[in-house]
Each structure stands twice: as structure tokens, then as C-alpha cells.
């Protein structure tokens, strides 16, 4: 069965960066769009970032644009979403998420998800 396990969440300071992997296991990784996502407490699941699979193109929230980084190793089978000059506003539970097709940034279309890993971003 496909597994998606995030890993590298944590707590931060302000201005810190944490990097995010996610690995995937049970599909064929390649051919998958991948994407993250977060979750606030109390609010609803939002996009990150989304990555493609045909030529690596990617697409960013404006909230995130410019200080963080979505890339994938297909040799490795694992995602990853670097995260610099982190603020408090980003503390969240980080999901990754996998389809078949072209990247899109509306998380009802994506047809795996991992468990997430949390963020806590602190003053």
C-alpha cells in the first residue's frame, strides 16, 4: 500500500529554517505530483507548495513564496520543503500528499496523504 511518512518537524525560532522530507513508499514516486500542505489548529488545510512530475515545475502560496523551497529526488523516492526565516504564522502540522497528473494546488485532488509532522515556530 502507498505510504507518504513526513518527517523533520520540530520547534524554531523565528527567523529559523527547518527542512521537511517526506518518503514515499508503494507508488511509483516519479510519475507523482507531490505537494505540502498545512493545517493550523482550528482552521482549515491550506497548500504550501506543489511540485511536478514531468518537469519539476513548481508552485507556491504567496505566504511562503521566496522563503521556501519544494524539491523531490526520485532516486530516493522522497520529497522534501526547506524552510527559512520561518514565522510564527507558519506553526502548523506540515502534510505531504501525492497524485497522479499534473501538480495542482486544491488539496480534495490528491489521492494520498501522509500523517504530518509538526512546526512550531516560536518568538
Known amino acids: 500500500q502507498v505510504q507518504l511518512v513526513e518527517s523533520g518537524g520540530g520547534l524554531v525560532q523565528a527567523g529559523g529554517s527547518l527542512r521537511l522530507s517526506c518518503a514515499a513508499s508503494g507508488l511509483t514516486f516519479s510519475t507523482y505530483a507531490m505537494g505540502w500542505f498545512r493545517q493550523a489548529p482550528g482552521k482549515e488545510r491550506k497548500f504550501v507548495a506543489t511540485i511536478n512530475w514531468s518537469d519539476d515545475s513548481t508552485s507556491y502560496a504567496d505566504s511562503v513564496k521566496g522563503r521556501f523551497t519544494i524539491s523531490r529526488d526520485n532516486a530516493k523516492n522522497t520529497l522534501y520543503l526547506q524552510m527559512n526565516s520561518l514565522k510564527l504564522e507558519d506553526t502548523a502540522v506540515y502534510y505531504c500528499?501525492?497524485?497522479?497528473?499534473?501538480?495542482?494546488?486544491?488539496?480534495?485532488?490528491?489521492?494520498?496523504w501522509g500523517q504530518g509532522t509538526q512546526v512550531t515556530v516560536s518568538s
Open positions: 500528499a501525492a497524485r497522479r497528473g499534473v501538480n495542482r494546488i486544491v488539496a480534495s485532488v490528491y489521492d494520498y
